[in-house]
């Protein structure tokens, strides 16, 4: 089956992981994808972690399902072989910085003169408008500077950082979601547009709740009292718990008055609903300490799977704190293909699989990601040059990769 991307031509100058996650979304879903690379300026991604393994798990999940061509934008040539492909394509995303994008003649000013359809995707580290337009981002800093290292910090004030990139990826996701929004409005109205979102903006969405929470008038929250920096103290009903094997679990539902007998009955010690009183819980916080410490008792007598199978017997929400090696063997994320099997040239791997489904046009992964300019001529062919141009752009140095570069990752910084 085709994906329903089918026949949009995207063209790609990103790095790290904002722009390229949301130009791996839309070349899952079938989208032609063109990894643009300088010879001078690789994806330093590449490099980046996984480098004990044969392929790079960073650049791989970010990269898949693209094809790659060298271009040298410093050279004139390669620039206006550049607007040539830009006059046909649906799509050119990137996250460089706009002092870049303007310096190397890309900004969207640049291309929507030679496209008015196009669809320009922006990734920046604070926004297209402000004093800060102009600088740069990266995951810790929209973390830091969106309010979540706060949101999640010790009562002493010691911020705490997500462990996973959330806002390189949610940056990456809202792109993506944006330039499909701009190419239907194109496919209607014949007009493409600027199209931008900045992961400052993502990890605010993140918390859209608890930022208009705030700003309808609450008082800033402090952080709740904890037993530990990860663990709250505020509810017994929507925490965490170690097991008697060592292992942890969470319970998470926010009417502990409705669940609490209940939850009493089903851990086989139904006096602690009298002892708890389970109105207090929700009335007088200062009693759940107590009520937490008693169920810490009573989850060290059993392993987690007995815990879990109890609460799922009552259909309480609830779940094991799962690592990434539970998630491998997890028949639901299994069922789900949120891990699916991945071709590379230095063998068969696994790999997180795509977020969405579609029942008719469903996307998948069918490449792996480019090598360095391994598809230069290919996509130029496709993309109108015959042979002759492209041997003067190779003898103008406008396209490479070259021999005379140093492309090792101790040249980038990596």
């Known amino acids: 089956m085709s994906g329903p991307l089918d026949g949009i031509r995207v063209l790609e100058q990103s790095v790290w992981q904002q722009g390229t996650v949301a130009g791996a979304l839309l070349a899952d879903m079938g989208a032609d994808v063109v990894k643009i690379e300088g010879p001078l300026s690789a994806d330093p991604g590449r490099w980046f972690g996984g480098v004990d393994l044969p392929a790079n798990p960073y650049f791989e999940n970010n990269n898949r399902n693209k094809r790659g061509v060298v271009l040298d934008f410093k050279n004139p040539a390669a620039r206006q072989a550049l607007y040539r492909m830009v006059e046909i394509a649906d799509v050119f995303i990137t996250n460089l910085r706009l002092p870049a994008v303007e310096r190397l003649g890309v900004s969207y000013a640049d291309l929507s003169a030679r496209n008015p359809r196009l669809v320009y995707g922006h990734g920046t580290g604070y926004g297209a408008k402000g004093p800060e337009a102009h600088q740069g981002a990266f995951d810790l800093i929209a973390q830091a500077r969106s309010g979540m290292m706060y949101t999640n910090g010790t009562p002493d004030g010691e911020p705490l950082q997500v462990g996973a990139p959330i806002a390189d990826q949610v940056g990456g996701l809202l792109l993506a979601w944006g330039v499909l929004l701009a190419l239907f409005n194109a496919q209607r109205t014949g007009e493409g547009q600027l199209v931008s979102s900045s992961i400052l903006a993502g990890q605010m969405f993140a918390q859209g709740f608890q930022v208009t929470d705030y700003l309808f008038g609450a008082q800033l929250r402090p952080r709740p009292a904890l037993a530990r920096p990860e663990r709250s103290m505020a509810q017994p009903l929507w925490n965490s718990y170690r097991a008697g094997d060592g292992r942890w679990f969470v319970l998470a539902t926010p009417y502990p008055q409705h669940w609490w007998g209940k939850v009493c009955q089903a851990i086989g010690h139904p006096e602690l609903e009298k002892d708890a009183n389970r109105g207090d819980i929700v009335r007088h916080p200062e009693n759940c300490p107590r009520a937490i410490g008693r169920l810490d008792e009573v989850f060290a007598t059993h392993d987690r799977r007995h815990w879990l199978t109890a609460f799922r017997a009552i259909d309480l929400p609830c779940s094991a704190v799962a690592d990434y090696g539970d998630l491998a063997a997890d028949p639901q994320v299994l069922a789900n293909d949120l891990i699916v099997d991945y071709r590379h040239s230095t063998g068969g791997y696994r790999m997180a699989g795509i977020p969405v489904s579609l029942s008719r046009t469903p996307g998948s992964i069918q490449r792996p990601a480019p090598e360095f300019g391994q ?40």
């Open 375 to 414: 598809h230069t001529e290919e996509i130029l062919l496709e993309y109108g040059f015959d042979w002759s141009e492209i041997a003067a752009l190779r003898e103008a140095g406008a396209i490479g990769p070259r021999a005379d570069v140093d492309n090792r990752p101790e040249a980038f910084g990596i």
